[in-house]
């Protein structure tokens, strides 16, 4: 379904909007902005009503499973609270922009000031529950009008929430409109993107192409595009507790998301080391993933053994090893080369020195995101640099690779601050 | 080749000829391991030699290739150029296999499934009017999945092919309109109607008559002839009853005149569902359940890996290959429609549900650094 003007209409009823989209806009860009304090409002009365008790089973009815289900509702609760957003704001935006200083050389005062992009289109995909409207919220807090694309196959969560936020505050009515049309619609998405000063797009290589095709020059392009996660484990020992973080976090993600543990990158050339370490680790990895028992283990180890067994048909030239259990694998690789895992608990093993850092992931630099680091304190310094010179933007401990905190930067960059234009004023 | 050939094309196809079956199986490793280097290797580093094939408990050693190898790899056992015809798995995402059959492997295909239509009361001289329930056959394309589709039509002699998605000069249009009317005019005047294709389709068309609350009743000697994933296009998970109810209400054919097909590109041999529903496993073939773990054979009733094992092709070696279906192995008698070979049932598809992820995939991570 549409969400326009608050109300859920037909492809046909959005169809005819969209003709009168330009127009549309600027009546509603001539009105005053809704400002960030009623979203905030709004939002935390949204939280303070979702309760994991009473909430989980209504997720549940999206095909949400029930323990993912309560952990997203605190999630939200938290995210969507007051003192979060304010703290987002306060950390992302700060006040840098706001101010009248005399420039250098200069005479006459200038005054800063921020103002919102405008309309921002939100082309959205299916990488996490009710992710429109975490993209539409920074929309919000920064004072646009949003156009969201729903993913394909979208459950209806995000508009279900984003109408209760309509209930709660009337005017956001006015500053979102949800489309359910399909990609191949390409006339409407033109429309969607000619009426933008802003596309954020969500989703793989695939639709961050798409999107950058939309957006015509001079039209801001924010791409939250699909990511790879590692570790980098550098020293004479690992220890105990390193491992089992790494493959909590590769149990609790199954290293879907971007910040999953995909490998592990070992400090050294040795390959009957990387063997060992492999051997070593899907000890942990098996022992750990007990604790985590998945409904579909027949399916998910049938995939698991179908492309285990036909890397090893192709493994002619012996350049990798499987170890394998009921419940996990691990693949040790003579190779380098970044590459993802077989996900669903089935991490590899790499030799990388740290000379060679550089070398073998600056290609990858679009892609990279999270490294979780476990070294001695002499190599610290040096091994951060490389591994951020090499592309990464985020480094962490074994335990944190997949936590968020508030404020923390999207991808190398503060999203809400993509969202908004700096305004120069000269008397 | 006579041997083979009464293997294959023997009058009832699920009479037991073991002798046959596993001569026939040496012989066709033997052929694979003689003219293909790389399948010879990767017996020979499995320890397996074709002599070890001496009993039917011996057919679970032979190592089995998977799809997802022939997605990523191409074995011919025969030269290019005496490629008779190619088609392409319909894989809904990434690889495809490319499968190519010599000209004797090709009829041998034919008579088999001739023989096996016959069995099941498919093959009729009456001439009917098909709905295609899937692509027109195009040179854009070469599924395999449309060719066996095309080619199933020749089982009854055809007045016309109404098809559900048209090729265009611009590629594929679906064809909902089209298809609705011919069958409108098809039970006005009565004639007999043949409908093939994906179950998802065959849905699809179902739940538009219902919205429409068109009710037909077509000519008794009609037929619906199915084969492909049930889930794979519509995304609702019907049963196979339910799907019966609906088809006689909304067409008027009743359940013991729909019939379904199991096939694959990288195993073209075809399966059909007994009077009970099951799959029984002809003559020419054998399937084995294998461990998810350790890949040991199971027996009767216990879940797993789906390898079957024919010697039909000579082209290339897809002798035993495992899919990615999660199956169990049941035995004939369990079954009661008389048929006493063992019949599978098809659990699910390899892998998790609806996967949300927003981590890089490989191709993504190729085309990054400029080596796709």
């Known amino acids: ?427 | 080749m006579f041997q083979k050939i009464r293997l294959f094309a023997g009058k009832d196809p699920y009479v037991d000829r073991d002798g046959t079956y596993l001569s026939q199986l040496r012989e066709n490793v033997s052929f694979h391991m003689q003219h293909c280097e790389p399948y010879s290797e990767l017996l020979r580093v499995r320890g397996f030699h074709p002599e070890q094939l001496q009993s039917q408990y011996d057919v679970s050693r032979l190592p089995p290739l998977t799809t997802l190898y022939f997605k990523r790899n191409r074995l011919l056992s025969i030269p290019e150029r005496k490629l008779f015809l190619r088609a392409t798995s319909s894989g809904t995402s990434g690889n495809k296999s490319q499968i190519g059959f010599d000209l004797p492997s090709f009829l041998l295909g034919i008579a088999m499934a001739a023989r096996l239509f016959a069995y099941h009361h498919v093959i009729s001289l009456r001439p009917v009017h098909y709905i295609m329930l899937g692509y027109e056959p195009s040179r854009q394309s070469d599924l395999g999945a449309m060719k066996s589709a095309y080619g199933s039509t020749f089982f009854a002699p055809a007045l016309s092919r109404t098809y559900a998605l048209k090729a265009t000069k611009f590629g594929y249009e679906p064809n909902p309109e089209g298809v609705k009317s011919a069958l409108l005019k098809f039970a006005k005047a009565g004639v007999p109607v043949r409908l093939v294709g994906f179950p998802g389709y065959l849905m699809l068309l179902l739940r538009e008559l219902e919205k429409d609350g068109v009710c037909l009743n077509l000519n008794k000697h009609s037929r619906i002839m199915l084969g492909g994933g049930w889930k794979q296009f519509t995304g609702e998970a019907v049963t196979p009853e339910q799907m019966h109810q609906l088809v006689e209400k909304l067409l008027g054919i009743p359940k013991e005149r729909v019939h379904e097909f199991f096939s694959a590109a990288e195993h073209p041999l075809a399966y059909c569902k007994c009077k009970n529903g099951h799959f029984h496993v002809p003559a020419y073939s054998r399937v084995i359940i294998r461990d998810t773990v350790t890949m040991s054979p199971l027996p009767y009733g216990q879940p797993g890996l789906l390898n079957f094992v024919s010697p039909l092709v000579k082209s290339m070696p897809l002798v035993s290959v495992m899919t990615d279906d999660v199956a169990v192995l049941h035995t004939g008698e369990s079954c009661g429609c008389g048929i006493q070979t063992p019949y599978f049932q098809l659990l699910g598809r390899a892998g998790a549900q609806g996967i949300q992820t927003c981590s890089a995939t490989a191709a993504e991570l190729a085309k990054g650094s400029g080596k796709a």
């Open chain 1, 1 to 427: 379904m549409n969400l326009i003007h608050g109300e859920l209409v037909s492809n046909e009823e959005a169809h005819a909007f969209l003709l009168r989209l330009n127009e549309t806009m600027a009546e509603l860009l001539a009105r005053p902005t809704l400002p960030r304090e009623a979203v905030i409002a709004a939002c935390a009365t949204l939280a303070d009503s979702i309760q994991v008790e009473t909430h989980a089973s209504l997720l549940q009815a999206f095909g949400i499973e029930l323990q993912k289900a309560q952990t997203e509702i605190s999630e939200a609760k938290l995210q969507l609270s007051s003192a979060y957003l304010s703290e987002r704001i306060r950390v992302e935006l700060g006040d840098d922009h706001q101010r009248a200083f005399i420039p250098l050389g200069e005479e006459n005062l200038v005054h800063l000031q921020t103002a919102p992009l405008g309309v921002v289109l939100h082309i959205t995909a299916g990488n996490a529950d009710a992710l429109p409207v975490y993209s539409v919220l920074d929309g919000l807090l920064t004072e646009n009008i949003n156009l969201v694309k729903l993913p394909r196959d979208d459950n209806g969560l995000s508009i279900l929430l984003l109408m209760e936020l309509m209930r709660i505050e009337p005017r956001i009515a006015e500053r979102v409109f949800v489309f359910d049309l399909p990609s191949s619609d390409s006339e409407s998405l033109n429309r969607l993107a000619d009426a933008s000063d802003g596309i954020v797009v969500w989703g793989g290589d695939e639709a961050v192409l798409a999107a950058r095709s939309l957006a015509k020059p001079g039209i801001r392009l924010i791409e939250w595009g699909h990511k790879t996660s590692f570790a980098y484990l550098s020293g004479d020992t690992v220890e105990e507790p390193v491992l089992e973080s790494l493959a909590q976090n590769i149990c609790q993600t199954e290293q879907l998301l971007c910040n999953s543990c995909q490998g592990v990158y070992l400090d050294t050339d040795r390959v009957d080391y990387v063997v060992a370490f492999s051997e070593r680790f899907l000890g942990v990895l098996d022992r750990v993933s007990a604790d985590y028992p998945r409904k579909d283990d027949l399916f998910v180890g049938a995939k698991r053994k179908i492309e285990l067994y036909t890397r090893e048909l192709e493994n002619t030239d012996g350049s990798i090893q499987v170890f394998q259990t009921g419940r996990a694998a691990v693949i040790a690789c003579r190779s380098s080369e970044l590459s993802p895992s077989l996900q669903f608990r089935v991490p590899w093993v790499k030799p990388l020195p740290r000379n060679q850092i550089l070398e073998q992931l600056r290609p990858f630099r679009g892609h990279l995101q999270t490294c979780a680091l476990s070294c001695d304190a002499a190599s610290r310094t040096e091994l951060e640099q490389l591994l951020i010179r090499a592309g990464v933007v985020r480094i962490t401990n074994p335990a944190q690779m997949s936590h968020a905190y508030c404020g923390q930067p999207h991808d190398g960059e503060y999203s809400l601050r993509r969202l908004q234009k700096i305004i120069s004023m000269e008397s």
